[in-house]
């Protein structure tokens, strides 16, 4: 099974309010990806799992946090939704985050709403 | 750092004709390259990756892409066209040292008319 698992599909939030999303694979992959994507703008990777150590990146450090209880599944949390938070979130996984040549596996997506 | 620009935001042709999408890139050294296709309410999917060796590569259902060095370019093509290739094409790059960070492009949506 290549395929990556994201609930919910969708979700909607109050502002100020704490989102949750999972992210599930059963690929044995090593690195975990969580990108936020809105319209008519490229996929932004806001930080990524490999194994058990999180990397997350420094234009949005503060604004997103993520666990992983354990290889298959990631989550991505938002403590306090804003209305910039409305976006489609994409969960990716991959088998070596070394090899730079690995390819990405992606779920369908969140589209959070945030209101 | 490394940059990726896809010029066209949407792109329409009719099915059976040719198609080139294209994919621009910036980068300081040489980089992994990768095109995508998400079709609609599904995830990305890889279509085909270069990095090395002859510069055209061949992908799935069809699709082909060239580099070229001297230009910066990763483009997508294929011969003919079908209906069901309408989705979003997104282009990626990625450099080496062990920081495999890929980056998108904004994405491409092809529309194919029967």
């Known amino acids: 099974d290549t395929t990556v698992k994201q609930n919910p599909r969708y979700k909607l939030a109050r502002v100020g309010k704490p989102v949750n999303l999972i992210c599930s694979q059963t690929?044995?992959?090593?690195?975990m990806y969580w990108y936020q994507k809105k319209p008519n703008q490229a996929p932004k990777l806001l930080l990524f799992y490999y194994d058990k150590i999180l990397n997350r990146e420094a234009d949005t450090f503060e604004k997103f946090q993520s666990s992983r209880p354990n290889n298959s599944f990631c989550s991505l949390y938002i403590g306090s939704a804003g209305l910039e938070y409305s976006a489609m979130y994409l969960c990716?996984?991959?088998?070596?985050?070394?090899?730079?040549?690995?390819?990405?596996?992606f779920g369908p997506g969140t589209r959070l709403t945030v209101l | 750092a490394q940059s990726v620009t896809q010029p066209d935001a949407r792109v329409t042709v009719s099915e059976g004709a040719s198609l080139q999408l294209r994919c621009k890139y910036s980068s300081s050294v040489t980089p992994y390259l990768f095109w995508y296709v998400q079709y609609p309410r599904q995830g990305l999917q890889l279509l085909l990756k270069?990095?090395?060796?002859?510069?055209v590569v061949q992908g799935v259902n069809g699709f082909e892409a060239e580099f070229s060095k001297s230009n910066s370019s990763f483009h997508l093509r294929k011969a003919s066209v079908h209906w069901s290739d309408s989705a979003v094409y997104f282009c990626a790059v990625s450099i080496g040292g062990g920081n495999y960070k890929p980056t998108f492009g904004k994405g491409t949506s092809l529309v194919v008319h029967p």
């Open positions: 690929m044995n992959h090593d690195t």
């Open positions: 270069y990095y090395s060796g002859d510069p």
């Open positions: 990716a996984s991959s088998r070596d985050r070394r090899a730079n040549y690995a390819e990405q596996f």
